[in-house]
């Protein structure tokens, strides 16, 4: 089993629609972290949590929603699905010795 | 503002050759950088470090430079093998911002064979 999995590894999903991401990791790692990666913009952060009580933005946080369900839980929601939330996502733990990263979720939202 | 610049969105390199890597970075807050190597389909994975007090470090055959006052770091790779074909993304991170990875944008290395 991979260390952070990621479902789904690819979405499809129409304008409008709620769509969940979920992340769970066997890491032990408190740090969570949710990130888009664009062409030309590399991996921008959108939400972070640094234990299952703490939740903060991150530099994109706009039409995004997440969830710490438990220590090895983390989800991203879009409420309301736009074209320009077509990315790839990835979730990722750290702690002090470093971040280990899913294979991301490439979601396309027409 | 990007805080974290790959200026070059590719590089192309024969093997056997020495690949350099370079990154930019504007926040003097920082104290440690990293790369990662991303193939596709799969996540970024760390490739080496270097923490603020130390102006180089090395690792086989990947060495990361780091110039503070020009607030440049570089990955030199040698010598390149096709293999080393991937995304690789400079990072960084202060203590103060939590240790959370500003990432750059990506270079893109093909090593030709």
């Known amino acids: 089993d991979a260390d952070v999995t990621q479902t789904p590894r690819n979405r499809i999903t129409k304008t409008g629609k709620r769509i969940m991401l979920e992340c769970s990791q066997t890491?032990?790692?408190?740090?969570m972290y949710w990130y888009r990666q664009d062409p030309g913009l590399g991996l921008r952060l959108i939400y972070y949590?640094?234990?299952?009580?703490?939740?903060n933005k991150g530099e994109i946080s706009d039409g995004y929603s997440v969830s710490r369900q438990a220590q090895a839980k983390f989800s991203l929601s879009l409420e309301s699905a736009i074209p320009n939330q077509t990315a790839l996502y990835f979730c990722?733990?750290?702690?002090?010795?470093?971040?280990?990263f899913g294979s991301g979720t490439r979601l396309t939202v027409v | 503002d990007q805080q974290v610049k790959q200026n070059s969105p590719s590089l192309s390199v024969q093997e056997g050759r020495i690949s350099i890597l370079n990154c930019d970075y504007t926040?003097?807050?920082?104290?440690?950088f990293l790369w990662y190597k991303k193939y596709p389909a799969e996540g970024p994975t760390f490739l080496i470090s270097?923490?603020?007090?130390?102006d180089k470090n090395e690792d086989g055959r990947f060495t990361v430079f780091l110039n503070k006052s020009a607030k440049h770091l570089s990955l030199h790779i040698v010598p390149s093998q096709p293999g080393d074909s991937a995304v690789y993304f400079c990072?960084?991170?202060?203590?103060?911002?939590?240790?959370?990875?500003?990432f750059g944008a990506g270079t893109i290395l093909r090593v030709k064979s």
């Open positions: 990722a733990t750290s702690d002090m010795t470093g971040y280990t």
């Open positions: 890491k032990g790692h408190d740090r």
């Open positions: 949590s640094f234990d299952v009580k703490d939740i």
């Open positions: 926040n003097s807050m920082f104290d440690y």
């Open positions: 270097i923490s603020s007090i130390k």
């Open positions: 990072a960084a991170s202060a203590r103060e911002y939590g240790n959370k990875l500003v």
